[in-house]
């Protein structure tokens, strides 16, 4: 039996991280695509590609953890990384070419099918790449997690502005997502482009601390919407409030914290 000593294996913890997210895309491929009754065929792909990748992921953390499948372990993270890729972009331009390439307005734009969505399978895909071809517990290493990391609250504020202006933000609740990504991005962007202090630091852990918080609520409240909707809860899901897209929000949380946390331990090689 191999005994796992998860303490000081950051990059153990991003591979487990990487897996979860693609089997919770699973999930949430099939919600979004049911809007429609997967119209079209191309629709399946992700349903099917995100539980493959899942799968791919896991073997290859399981090989990184025993430590004896080296070279199998990093090809089939390399399978992983690349297919994420490649399902990404392709579903980025479907996306946009379902409304967006026909009349390219910012309306056609909030309007058309979340054109920023496929893109947490290239972050993903990337990150999968990055973490067997940088070394681990290093500050570069700990930049491109919270270069990623940026990349994703960046990509909730769209989505959450775009969202949100579907209904002409009716509550003024909705407009908090958008603030709080931008907030979490600021923090993030800071950290990346220059030597930080303690205090800054801990500051920056608590503003992701503050995205669990505002994803946590963000569920309550989609979830109640859904549950007082005209329609059954099933359905009010499938073409109401997303309960599960402000769980997002958690997630990016703990990516950057995983970043920050590599990112203490490094910074004093940027300083000297």
Same mark, same amino acid.
């Given at each position: 039996?191999?005994?796992?000593?998860?303490?000081?294996?950051?990059?153990?913890?991003l591979d487990a991280f990487i897996a979860f997210n693609f089997l919770c895309?699973?999930?949430?491929?099939?919600?979004?695509?049911?809007?429609?009754?997967?119209?079209?065929?191309?629709?399946?792909?992700?349903?099917?590609?995100?539980?493959?990748? /899942?799968?791919?992921?896991?073997?290859?953390?399981?090989?990184?953890?025993?430590?004896?499948?080296?070279?199998?372990?990093? $090809?089939?993270?390399?399978?992983?990384?690349?297919?994420?890729?490649? $399902? #990404?972009?392709?579903?980025?331009?479907?996306?946009?070419? @379902?409304?967006?390439?026909?009349?390219? !307005?910012?309306?056609?734009? !909030?309007?058309?099918?979340?054109?920023?969505?496929?893109?947490?399978? %290239?972050?993903? #895909?990337?990150? !999968?790449?990055?973490?067997?071809? %940088?070394?681990?517990? @290093? &500050?570069?290493?700990?930049?491109?997690?919270?270069?990623?990391?940026?990349?994703?609250?960046?990509?909730? /504020?769209?989505?959450?502005?775009?969202?949100?202006?579907?209904?002409?933000? /009716?509550?003024?609740?909705?407009?908090?997502?958008?603030?709080?990504?931008?907030?979490?991005?600021?923090?993030?962007?800071?950290?990346?482009?220059?030597? @930080? !202090?303690?205090? /800054?630091?801990?500051?920056?852990?608590?503003?992701?601390?503050?995205?669990?918080?505002?994803?946590?609520?963000?569920? &309550?409240?989609?979830?109640?919407?859904?549950?007082r909707g005209p329609s059954s809860l099933y359905q009010n899901i499938i073409h109401g409030a997303p309960p599960f897209a402000p769980l997002l929000l958690?997630?990016?949380?703990?990516? #950057?914290?995983?970043?920050?946390?590599?990112?203490?331990?490094?910074?004093?090689?940027?300083?000297?």
């Open positions: 039996m191999v005994r796992v000593r998860w303490r000081g294996a950051e990059h153990l913890w895309l699973t999930g949430d491929i099939l919600i979004a695509h049911s809007e429609n009754h997967f119209r079209h065929p191309a629709e399946y792909i992700p349903v099917w590609a995100s539980p493959l990748l /899942f799968l791919i992921a896991v073997v290859a953390l399981a090989g990184r953890v025993k430590g004896s499948a080296g070279r199998t372990s990093t $090809v089939l993270a390399y399978v992983a990384g690349w297919l994420a890729i490649l $399902v #990404g972009v392709a579903g980025l331009i479907y996306h946009l070419d @379902s409304s967006f390439f026909a009349e390219r !307005t910012l309306k056609s734009l !909030t309007y058309a099918a979340p054109f920023a969505a496929p893109l947490s399978y %290239v972050g993903l #895909g990337c990150l !999968t790449l990055m973490n067997r071809m %940088v070394q681990s517990r @290093s &500050l570069e290493w700990a930049q491109w997690v919270l270069f990623f990391a940026l990349g994703g609250f960046f990509g909730n /504020f769209v989505l959450s502005l775009a969202d949100h202006a579907v209904n002409g933000f /009716f509550r003024s609740s909705e407009w908090i997502p958008v603030a709080s990504s931008a907030l979490a991005a600021g923090f993030l962007l800071a950290l990346l482009l220059a030597p @930080s !202090t303690w205090h /800054f630091r801990w500051l920056s852990a608590a503003v992701l601390g503050l995205q669990m918080v505002v994803g946590a609520a963000g569920f &309550l409240l989609h979830l109640l919407a859904d549950l958690p997630n990016l949380a703990i990516l #950057g914290l995983i970043g920050l946390f590599v990112l203490s331990n490094a910074e004093p090689q940027r300083q000297n």
